[in-house]
């Protein structure tokens, strides 16, 4: 797995709310990063490189190099705090790995064939229960992505986490609590079926 993220931070000395105000306003980013051997430090991003690397669903599932002060440290990214009134990053947590010590992170899932399917070439319509699962492995196994290939599934079939194909030495992180945690990925229904719960879905939004 090639890494192609950096991440490039100045330290910053003071923490709290009214600080985070401040590094806004300047048009940077406040950000920690925690973990590993080291004590949490404070920082702070440029916000146009923050979000140029955002825009990638990669940067979510890579191991990240973050630099500050000319020193780079391996990180995952763990945490984003979106402003939900307009188009601003207020926040990044930074997580420390070791490239010797498993990490757990959420993994997107990209689901494939669904039009090719057994299912899909009757007409019916995958509905997907999940859009990512937490996975552990060591930092050099972490998948950019799961593949989830619908090829084989009919309608009223289910794939569920134990169904998932994954690269060697990756593991679910919910099989590990018991078989009662595998649950349901995608299904495929009847596009009867799928259209049918959208309006009862309407219906109990309007209730």
Not at 61 to 84: F, M, W, Y
Not at 115 to 139: Q, W, Y
Not at 147 to 168: A, F, M, N, R
Not at 190 to 207: C, H, I, R
């Amino acid at each position: 797995m090639s890494n192609v993220f950096e991440f490039v931070a100045e330290s910053r000395g003071q923490s709290g709310t009214n600080a985070a105000r401040g590094v806004r306003r300047i048009g940077k980013v406040p950000a920690v990063i925690y973990g590993g051997h080291d004590e949490p430090k404070m920082l702070m991003l440029s916000h146009n490189e923050v979000v140029k690397h955002l825009e990638h669903e990669a940067v979510y599932s890579h191991v990240l190099d973050v630099t500050v002060d000319g020193k780079t440290e391996k990180a995952i990214l763990k945490g984003v705090q979106r402003n939900p009134a307009k188009f601003q990053i207020l926040h990044l947590d930074f997580q420390r790995v070791s490239m010797k010590e498993a990490i757990k992170v959420h993994v997107p899932l990209h689901f494939i064939n669904e039009s090719t399917s057994i299912g899909g070439k009757k007409g019916g319509i995958a509905t997907h229960s999940m859009v990512d699962v937490e996975v552990t492995c060591l930092p050099s196994a972490l998948p950019e992505f799961i593949e989830v290939d619908l090829t084989k599934l009919d309608i009223g079939d289910t794939l569920h986490l134990s169904d998932l194909v994954l690269s060697k030495g990756v593991e679910i992180v919910a099989l590990h609590q018991g078989p009662e945690h595998d649950l349901p990925v995608v299904s495929m229904m009847s596009s009867k079926a799928s259209k049918e719960d959208a309006a009862d879905d309407a219906s109990k939004a309007v209730e």
